[in-house]
C-alpha cells in the first residue's frame, strides 16, 4: 500500500485513504505544483490471483475513460504500470455514491430522481454516441457519486466496452444482478445501448422507492404500489426501461431523454386537469354560441316588430 505522506511519480503526494475496494485502494493526493488535488487508484499486483488479467481490464477501462470529455464523467491523468502496482491518477470526485444516500435516507425524493436521470440519459447519449458506440453495462447507485452541488459523476468502468456489431459473446455475466438486464447473462442476445437504459430504469426503482432489486423479491414493480404518491409519467418510464424485450424499450436515450422532460403530462393528475380544462373550454364554448343564438333570435324578432309596424 502507498504511505501517507509518499510521493507518487514524483509529483502526486499521497494524503489519506478514501476509499477500497475488494483489489484496490484509492487516495486522496495532492499535486503541490499545480496545487491541485487527484484521486490515486493503486492495485497491487501481489494481492491480485491472475493479475494480468485484471491489468488487461484495467487498461481497457483507462483507455475508454482517456478518449473522454463530460462533465459527469471523470477524466484520467496519467497511469502508472510499476512492478508492483497498476495507478491510476484520476480527477477526485467530492461527494458521496447514492447507494450510500440510500442506505442514510432511504427512497430519495422524486424530483431530485428525475434530475439526476436526466444527467444520467445525458450521458448514456453521449457513450452511445462515441464511435464506436460506448455501453457501460453496471449502471447502479454505488457506481454513481453525488456531488455538494448536487450534481452526478459515473464512475467505475470496468464492465464497459466498445460495441461490437453480432458480438454475441460479449457479456457473460457482466454487471450486477439485480440492475443488469437479461440479456447481460450470456445466450439472451447482445448487450448494446438498451442495455443501459435497463440499467438505469432499475436505478431509478431503488432511488425512487428505497426498494433494492438485488434483494427479494427480485423484482421491479410499479412504482406507485409501493408509494402511490409518485409521478404516474414516472411509473411508465421505469416500467418502459425495464422491459425483458430490449425491443419493448427506449431505443435510445434520445427517446428516453424526451420522455423524462415530459412525464409530468403523463401523470394522471395532469389528464385530469387537462379534461377538467377542456370541459370548461367546452361548457364556455356552448354558452358562447347559446348567447350568439339567443342575441340572434332577439335581433331578428327586433327587426320583424319593425316591419310589421311599418306596413
Same mark, same amino acid.
Given at each position: 500500500m502507498l504511505e501517507i505522506g509518499s510521493l507518487v511519480d514524483g509529483k502526486y503526494k499521497i494524503l489519506n485513504k478514501v476509499g477500497q475496494g475488494g483489489m484496490s485502494v484509492v487516495y486522496l493526493a495532492m499535486n503541490e505544483k499545480a496545487n491541485k488535488q487527484w484521486a490515486v487508484k493503486e492495485v497491487r499486483k501481489d494481492g491480485v490471483k491472475d493479475f494480468e488479467v485484471v491489468?488487461?481490464?484495467?487498461? %481497457?477501462? *483507462?483507455?475508454?475513460?482517456k478518449k473522454l470529455n463530460h462533465p459527469n464523467l471523470p477524466s484520467i491523468i496519467d497511469v502508472i504500470d510499476t512492478d508492483e502496482s497498476f495507478i491510476i491518477i484520476m480527477d477526485y470526485i467530492q461527494g458521496n455514491s447514492l447507494n450510500k444516500a440510500l442506505e442514510e435516507f432511504g427512497a430519495q425524493p422524486q424530483e431530485n430522481v428525475i434530475a439526476w436521470a436526466k444527467q444520467l440519459t445525458d450521458v448514456l447519449g453521449y457513450l452511445h454516441s462515441r464511435t464506436p458506440p460506448i455501453i457501460y453495462r453496471d449502471m447502479k447507485p454505488a457506481n454513481i457519486m453525488l456531488k455538494p452541488d448536487g450534481n452526478i459523476t459515473l464512475i467505475d468502468f470496468g464492465t %464497459?466496452?466498445?460495441?461490437?456489431?453480432?458480438?454475441? %459473446?460479449? $457479456? $457473460?455475466? #457482466?454487471? $450486477?444482478?439485480?440492475?443488469? %438486464?437479461?440479456?447481460?447473462?450470456?445466450?439472451?442476445?447482445? *448487450?448494446?445501448?438498451?442495455?443501459?437504459?435497463? +440499467?438505469?430504469?432499475? *436505478?431509478?426503482?431503488? #432511488?425512487? *422507492?428505497?426498494?433494492?432489486?438485488? =434483494?427479494?423479491?427480485? =423484482?421491479?414493480?410499479?412504482?406507485?404500489?409501493?408509494n402511490p404518491s409518485l409521478s404516474a409519467g414516472l411509473e411508465r418510464i421505469i416500467l418502459k426501461c425495464t422491459q425483458r424485450d430490449p425491443d419493448d424499450r427506449y431505443q435510445?436515450?434520445?427517446?428516453?431523454?424526451?420522455a423524462l422532460d415530459h412525464y409530468k403530462e403523463d401523470d394522471d393528475d395532469f389528464r385530469k386537469k387537462q379534461k377538467r380544462k377542456l @370541459?370548461?373550454?367546452?361548457?364556455?364554448? +356552448?354558452?358562447?354560441? #347559446? +348567447?350568439? @343564438?339567443?342575441s340572434l333570435w332577439g335581433y331578428l324578432s327586433a327587426e320583424q316588430k319593425k316591419r310589421a309596424l311599418c306596413q
Open positions: 491489468r488487461q481490464g484495467l487498461v %481497457a477501462e *483507462t483507455d475508454i475513460l %464497459a466496452r466498445e460495441y461490437k456489431e453480432k458480438n454475441l %459473446a460479449d $457479456t $457473460t455475466c #457482466l454487471g $450486477t444482478v439485480g440492475y443488469a %438486464a437479461p440479456e447481460q447473462f450470456g445466450g439472451m442476445g447482445q *448487450t448494446d445501448a438498451r442495455t443501459d437504459i435497463y +440499467c438505469l430504469g432499475a *436505478t431509478l426503482y431503488h #432511488l425512487v *422507492t428505497g426498494m433494492n432489486p438485488c =434483494e427479494p423479491p427480485y =423484482e421491479i414493480k410499479p412504482i406507485r404500489q409501493i435510445s436515450a434520445a427517446e428516453l431523454m424526451f @370541459a370548461a373550454f367546452a361548457t364556455s364554448l +356552448c354558452l358562447a354560441f #347559446l +348567447c350568439a @343564438a339567443v
